[in-house]
């Protein structure tokens, strides 16, 4: 099956702690974005990526790392630095970053930090 | 930077009535996309608009794209139960590769 998977789907850290979210797809897409989700809000999003090894920030990348080593793979890192990273996770790809591509989603990755 | 504002944030209808969300762009837009997100699940797709003035529409779901390719529309009539969700506009301004998502508007419908 063709898809994006983010796993876990809960993440539970200690506050001070980096944890990083996986995200992977087997569409051969070539941009893959992050986004933030708090309760009843909308989608903001933290970074997004055109190619390998490359990425740019988006609205509220303070406190989050990402990398792209290979095309299927987006990982982002919630650093300590992130002063509210308890929130809903989402990842997303699309065939191109520009043009009339849509963006296909993850389930998500729940992240509580206690 | 570029905002999608979508008004009303919320909306609550009996069911069989109609339903409208509105999505205003700070900067204009290449183009237009709208995504469903159902309680507890992820957006999906639902469809996409270029040309400025352009009306699609999808059974009972219709979307519009203004003539200065800056706000956009989503209109459903006679909600059914299964339209419950939160609707998102999302666009990419001109010369840029962001995909911006609007704040979105949730739908309750009640039977």
């Known amino acids: 099956d063709g898809g994006i998977t983010q796993s876990p789907k809960y993440l539970f850290r200690k506050e001070g702690q980096n944890v990083t979210l996986s995200c992977e797809q087997n569409l051969n897409h070539d941009a893959m974005y992050w986004y933030r989700q708090d309760p009843g809000q909308g989608l903001r999003l933290i970074y997004y990526s055109q190619i390998v090894n490359d990425f740019q920030k988006g609205d509220i990348a303070e406190g989050y790392s990402v990398s792209r080593e290979k095309k299927e793979s987006f990982p982002l890192t919630v650093t300590s630095a992130q002063k509210n990273p308890t929130a809903f996770y989402l990842c997303?790809?699309?065939?191109?970053?520009?043009?009339?591509?849509?963006?296909?989603f993850g389930q998500g990755t729940r992240l509580t930090v206690v | 930077g570029q905002q999608v504002m979508q008004i009303p944030q919320y909306q609550h209808v009996q069911e069989g009535e109609d339903f409208t969300t509105y999505c205003n762009s700070s900067?204009?837009?290449?183009?237009i996309q709208w995504y469903k997100q159902r309680p507890g699940g992820h957006p999906v797709f639902l469809i996409q608009?270029?040309?400025?003035?352009e009306v699609k529409k999808q059974k009972r779901l219709t979307f519009q794209f203004g003539e200065a390719k800056k706000n956009s529309s989503l209109h459903i009539t006679a909600t059914q139960t299964t339209d419950v969700g939160t609707y998102f506009c999302?666009?990419?301004?001109?010369?840029?590769?962001?995909?911006?998502f609007g704040t979105g508007t949730r739908l309750q419908v009640f039977p």
């Open positions: 999302a666009g990419r301004a001109i010369n840029t590769d962001k995909l911006i």
């Open positions: 608009l270029v040309k400025s003035g």
């Open positions: 997303a790809s699309s065939l191109f970053s520009t043009g009339i591509t849509e963006a296909f």
């Open positions: 900067t204009t837009l290449s183009n």
